[in-house]
T-cell receptor
Framework: DTEVTQTPKHLVMGMTNKKSLKCEQHMGHRAMYWYKQKAKKPPELMFVYSYEKLSINESVPSRFSPECPNSSLLNLHLHALQPEDSALYLC???????????????FGAGSRLTVL | AQSVTQPDIHITVSEGASLELRCNYSYGATPYLFWYVQSPGQGLQLLLKYFSGDTLVQGIKGFEAEFKRSQSSFNLRKPSVHWSDAAEYFCAVGPNTNAGKSTFGDGTTLTVKP
């Protein structure tokens, strides 16, 4: 299995809702990432988990809350979002051991989020 | 600080023509360089990577890229473009450790004319 699976593919939520995005990989990768991507822009890093511990938080607002329940799963909990948070949210994973796996990101297809 | 510049925002080529997408990087150490492709509404897919060794690297879908340290460049090429190559292309530079931060260029949109 060489895939990163993200659910849901599309999500519409109001500003007072609480929802979650889910990401799963079974490649044995020990790093998992959340990126946010606006239209016609590159992905922006939000969070990195390494060995199930949060290692990078790019000063993301607290209305985004990541969680890594185990080495295969990554969640992004959403609460009290703003319309400007509407974007494609991409999950990625990468292996360990330079150089062959170092930071070679395998991306999921993304979750398209619309905040009304 | 690391940075990546893709000078061409949009490129249009005819099907069957050759393609070159430019990428320049700035990185303090030996760079790990990548090209990713993104079709509309999809995630990014790795085309090829350069870590060390032969400066001409081959990737998937008939793409290749050449690392030129003297020019800080990692340009992507394809000898004959297919309509299915129309997509967004991102060059990226990354650290030599796992779980690090990669830096992406702003991307180049490729349009293929029939």
């Amino acid at each position: 299995d060489t895939e990163v699976t993200q659910t849901p593919k599309h999500l519409v939520m109001g500003m007072t809702n609480k929802k979650s995005l889910k990401c799963e990989q079974h490649m044995g990768h020990r790093a998992m990432y959340w990126y946010k991507q606006k239209a016609k822009k590159p992905p922006e890093l939000m969070f990195v988990y390494s060995y199930e511990k949060l290692s990078i938080n790019e000063s993301v607002p607290s209305r985004f809350s990541p969680e890594c329940p185990n080495s295969s799963l990554l969640n992004l909990h959403l609460h009290a979002l703003q319309p400007e948070d509407s974007a494609l949210y991409l999950c990625a994973s990468s292996g360990n051991g330079a150089p062959s796996g170092a930071n070679v990101l395998t991306f999921g297809a993304g979750s398209r989020l619309t905040v009304l | 600080a690391q940075s990546v510049t893709q000078p061409d925002i949009h490129i249009t080529v005819s099907e069957g023509a050759s393609l070159e997408l430019r990428c320049n990087y700035s990185y303090g150490a030996t760079p790990y360089l990548f090209w990713y492709v993104q079709s509309p509404g999809q995630g990014l897919q790795l085309l090829l990577k350069y870590f060390s060794g032969d400066t001409l690297v081959q990737g998937i879908k008939g793409f290749e890229a050449e690392f030129k340290r003297s020019q800080s460049s990692f340009n992507l090429r394809k000898p004959s473009v297919h309509w299915s190559d129309a997509a967004e292309y991102f060059c990226a530079v990354g650290p030599n450790t796992n779980a690090g931060k990669s830096t992406f260029g702003d991307g180049t949109t490729l349009t293929v004319k029939p």
